[in-house]
């Protein structure tokens, strides 16, 4: 793969190792299928059960790509039949960010935020620079991200370092522009706090899929940031994240799905939707000793905070 890149173009290159690290996440995705099988019980989708007194935000979605192209406004009527009023769904490139900018201008309940993840991380231009900046005063545009670092699926440290400096740089965007952040962190913990306690003291938002300790939880919420939970919550293997989750103060958990990816039980393996953040949520008031009414509302104000949805 390496020697066939090297051929290429450096702009070839990147999307030809693009396409190699999403062929490898929904190889990753599909694992745990067993699993779904095997939990699949009685309990019927989120939107057959009735969504009375629930009002959700799945407030970390990306609805733009492909893998909704055949059912998008079907999978947005699911959504609201499970009680999801409002999806923010985050570009990740270039293109996937005008696609989601699209989506909030057409969709009442879609909001929208713009940025490059640092899985596709690269040199941006000043006229790029501009348009994401160009995107965020258009309709339900609310955020910039997904920004962030991701050393689990990056190794290289050039590109490590190339990482860091676009997620710099939209943190001091989105300074500029007083919008609140979305930020993915994977295996990346400590470099993604010595960025917020220095240059990022001053942005706000959320830390979405959080994958880290509760010490960690802690400093960020001393930081002031919101903190997103997903669908391995409710996994068997959930780790480190029920803890987090009954410990964590009401005002800043917010829920949310990361679809197309990390489907809950009992659809982990398969692809996520909006709609199943509802499952998400309930683990969390259970473990919470919540209602899934309070629960929601909670989180839901939260949500309409940070994004002032
Ligand atoms: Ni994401």
């Known amino acids: 793969m390496k020697e066939e890149n090297a051929a ?23 694992t745990g299928a067993e699993e779904t099988t095997a939990e699949k019980g009685a309990i019927a989708p989120p939107w057959e059960r009735g969504a009375e007194g629930i009002e959700l935000v799945d407030t ?5 790509g492909e893998d909704f192209d055949g059912d998008r406004e079907e999978m947005l009527d699911r959504a609201k039949a499970a009680g999801v009023v409002a999806v923010v769904t985050f570009g990740d490139t270039m293109e996937s960010s005008a696609r989601c900018v699209a989506l909030a201008s057409s969709h009442e309940a879609v909001f929208a935020g713009v940025g490059v993840h640092p899985e596709n991380a690269f040199p941006l231009s000043q006229a790029e620079e501009d348009r994401l ?16 670092l991701d050393y689990y699926w990056e190794k290289d440290e050039e590109k490590r370092a190339l990482q860091r400096k ?4 939209q943190l001091a965007l989105a300074r500029d522009l007083d919008l609140p952040v979305c930020i993915h962190d994977r295996e990346a913990h400590g470099d993604l706090m010595t ?23 802690k400093e960020l919420l001393k ?11 409710t996994y068997k293997n959930a780790a480190k994240l029920p803890e987090i989750v ?3 103060p009401a005002d800043r958990l917010l829920v949310e799905t990361d679809c197309p990816y990390l489907s809950p039980l009992p659809y982990r393996g398969k692809r996520n939707e909006p709609a199943y953040v509802r499952i998400t949520a309930e683990r969390a008031a259970q473990i919470r000793g919540e209602s899934i009414e309070a629960l929601a509302a909670q989180t839901t104000k939260n949500a309409r905070m940070v994004y002032g949805l």
């Open 133 to 148: 900046a160009a995107w965020t005063k258009e309709k339900n545009v609310v955020a910039i991200g997904e920004i962030g």
């Open 166 to 169: 676009m997620f710099s740089r």
């Open 195 to 217: 960025i917020l306690k220095t240059e990022g003291r001053k942005n706000r938002g959320v830390i979405h899929c959080f994958s880290g300790s509760w010490e960690m939880a």
């Open 246 to 248: 009954e410990k964590m």
């Open 60 to 64: 970390h979605a990306h609805i733009d």
């Open 223 to 233: 930081l002031g940031w919101y903190i997103g939970i997903d669908g391995p919550l």
């Open 8 to 30: 290429l173009d450096p702009g070839a290159r990147a999307a030809a190792e693009q396409k190699a690290r999403k062929a490898a996440r929904d190889a990753s995705r599909k």
